[in-house]
Nanobody, 121 residues
C-alpha cells in the first residue's frame, strides 16, 4: 500500500511564496518521476512541473522562473517552491508520483488528495 500526501498549501498575498511537499509512504521502494499538476477554479487540470529520477526538471511556461521542483530521495519527498505568486496561481495542487511499490521495482502512479493554494490580498 502506497500513500501520496501533499502539504504546504494555504493563503498567501500576491508576490509571496509557498513551498509544497509531496511525500510518499508505505511500501515504497523508490520514486521514479513526479509531476505537479494544478486545477484552477472552473478550469481543467494542468501540468505545472516534472522531476525525473535523476533530478532533471521541466516546467510549464506559466511558472518558469518562479517555481522550482526538487526532491530528496532518502525521504521519498518532492517539493515545489513557488515564488512571486499571483492570483492566477490560485488552484488545487496535486502530486502525481510514479512509485516502485515492490522489491521487483514495478511502478505504478499514485495521486495525492490535493492541497489548496489561494493567492489573494
Amino acid at each position: 500500500q502506497v500513500q501520496v500526501v501533499e502539504s504546504g498549501g494555504g493563503l498567501v498575498q500576491p508576490g509571496g511564496s509557498l513551498r509544497l511537499s509531496c511525500a510518499a509512504s508505505g511500501t515504497v521502494f523508490g520514486i521514479d518521476h513526479v509531476n505537479w499538476y494544478r486545477q484552477p477554479p472552473g478550469k481543467q487540470r494542468e501540468l505545472v512541473a516534472t522531476i525525473d529520477s535523476d533530478g532533471g526538471s521541466d516546467y510549464s511556461d506559466f511558472v518558469k522562473g518562479r517555481f522550482t521542483i526538487s526532491r530528496i530521495n532518502a525521504d521519498n519527498t518532492v517539493y515545489l517552491q513557488m515564488n512571486s505568486l499571483t492570483p492566477e496561481d490560485t488552484a488545487v495542487y496535486y502530486c502525481n508520483a510514479y512509485v516502485a511499490y515492490d522489491r521487483s521495482l514495478r511502478i505504478l502512479d499514485y495521486w495525492g488528495q490535493g492541497t489548496q493554494v489561494t493567492v489573494s490580498s
